[in-house]
T-cell receptor
Framework: DGGITQSPKYLFRKEGQNVTLSCEQNLNHDAMYWYRQDPGQGLRLIYYSQIVNDFQKGDIAEGYSVSREKKESFPLTVTSAQKNPTAFYLCASSRQESSYEQYFGPGTRLTVT | DAKTTQPPSMDCAEGRAANLPCNHSTISGNEYVYWYRQIHSQGPQYIIH???NNETNEMASLIITEDRKSSTLILPHATLRDTAVYYC???????????FGKGTRLHILP
């Protein structure tokens, strides 16, 4: 089946460690996105990429980094510089010509203690 | 910031139509209205979008007022599986970001 996968579903880390969240899609979509969601809040855009080897900062990029070496993959690294990393992280993708419809993965819930 | 205003929560009886309102009084001429929903602890799901004409698909109908300052998402026969947070989003061209507000938490009552 085509879709977006994120792994793992739950992730626990100690404060001060970098952690990388995986996002893979087999939909042949050009654009990919990372969002963060805090309890009771909407989604906030961290980074997005419209084409391989190119990406742009979203609204809350500080403390995060991404790479887009392959069309299918858009990993997100939460660095130790991110002051409040505990959150639900969602990855999405879309076709360029119909980017109104974003397809979301199941999310990764990161807990940093 | 989100450009839309939605009630924080609504209830609807199972089998009835659920009508979810959204205000977007500052919408500009080239901006579309989108609706997504998010079932607990899952990624959001696209429902429908429109510019100025009413739209219908297999999931829902979207009614946009003539002045485009508000819209209503209609789920014609709500089921328990429609319990979710519904996000109304205004967005311009395809390079414009999708900004999710807090949405409306819809409870379907058995």
């Amino acid at each position: 089946d085509g879709g977006i996968t994120q792994s793992p579903k739950y992730l626990f880390r100690k404060e001060g460690q970098n952690v990388t969240l995986s996002c893979e899609q087999n939909l042949n979509h050009d654009a990919m996105y990372w969002y963060r969601q805090d309890p009771g809040q909407g989604l906030r855009l961290i980074y997005y990429s419209q084409i391989v080897n190119d990406f742009q900062k979203g609204d809350i990029a500080e403390g995060y980094s991404v790479s887009r070496e392959k069309k299918e993959s858009f990993p997100l690294t939460v660095t130790s510089a991110q002051k409040n990393p505990t959150a639900f992280y969602l990855c999405a993708s879309s076709r360029q010509e119909s980017s109104y419809e974003q397809y979301f993965g199941p999310g990764t819930r990161l807990t940093v203690t | 910031d989100a450009k839309t205003t939605q009630p924080p929560s609504m209830d609807c009886a199972e089998g009835r139509a659920a009508n979810l309102p959204c205000n977007h009084s500052t919408i500009s001429g080239n901006e579309y209205v989108y609706w997504y929903r998010q079932i607990h602890s899952q990624g959001p799901q696209y429902i429908i979008h429109g510019l100025k004409n009413n739209e219908t698909n297999e999931m829902a109908s979207l009614i946009i007022t003539e002045d485009r300052k508000s819209s209503t998402l209609i789920l014609p026969h709500a089921t328990l599986r429609d319990t979710a947070v519904y996000y109304c989003i205004v967005r311009g061209g395809r390079d414009d970001k999708i900004i999710f507000g807090k949405g409306t938490r819809l409870h379907i009552l058995p």
